[in-house]
DNA sequence: TAAAAAACAGTAATCATTCCTGTTTTCTGT
DNA sequence: ACAGAAAACAGGAATGATTACTGTTTTTTA
């Protein structure tokens, strides 16, 4: 079974990704890692991703210019993608319950909602 | 300058994707015509497509395995995406409103907002 | 401490999307 | 209607993110 064994490159992938509020694609964990850790495989880091997707300790938050951009934060929270430069911010707010409701009323079972708002940045906005 | 002439290709892969609520993929709206229209190519929906984009015809709604997913139906709406099948579900709610205010308030600009909930939609608890 | 299982590196393959080049269609002014 | 000029297109090659494969290394277990 997957997932099951210590892995110290596993570890290093985790703590990167837990430590940073930037919702990371999977080859800026893997730049930032190389240097430590030399002969890390970005194939290595895909799997291990995939893996704490599985077990619910990261979630994929939005897809910016074609990269996965995900988030170890797994509270109820929504996302700001700056279409300019790809950054993603977290929103707190838990203004979406009548939504919820309505879906929930309807049989449709949530696991997971994503809320991204797309638009320009403060930071782009004042160049 | 592009996007000025007329074009029946461009007309007809308008009116395919104007016309479902499927939310369809650019190979789904190809697939779709390649019976109608045999000499199409992919690359023209593709790059149709990216032109309705910039002129805001249609809008991307969310990336289902891998293959982004649009809609021609620009109003103000959110989207249920099955995790299951697929499928991609109109929502309709106007609930979002405090979020959006607290971005206004922070000098974020919306250009749009892509609410989607992830989950396991009716038909497919039903199996 | 020796198999067995899991994880890995490195590379090849896949697949959605974009780019390129030569051809066809559409437009514009006469 | 007709001849450039501009735009759009087909078909295929290129790109780039992600996944799969294979032989090797690390971890576990007993």
Chains 1, 2 share one sequence.
Not at 13 to 30: E, G, L
Not at 65 to 84: K, P, T, W
Request: aromatic share 8%; glycine share 4%.
């Amino acid at each position: 079974m997957k997932g099951h064994n210590y892995s110290s490159k596993r570890e290093a992938i985790f703590k990167t990704i837990a430590s940073t509020k930037s919702h990371p694609s999977a080859k800026w964990v893997y730049e930032q890692l190389k240097d430590e850790i030399p002969n890390l495989s970005l194939g290595t880091v895909y799997r291990n991703i995939a893996l704490f997707k599985e077990q619910g300790k990261v979630i994929s938050v939005a897809s910016v210019n074609g990269e996965e951009r995900i988030d170890a934060d797994i509270s109820d929270h929504a996302h700001f993608v700056c279409e300019n430069c790809g950054c993603v911010y977290d929103l707190f707010s838990s203004e979406l319950s009548p939504l919820e409701k309505e879906l929930t009323r309807n049989s449709f079972e949530i696991t997971r909602k994503n809320v991204v708002f797309h638009g320009i940045c403060k930071n782009c906005k004042l160049n």
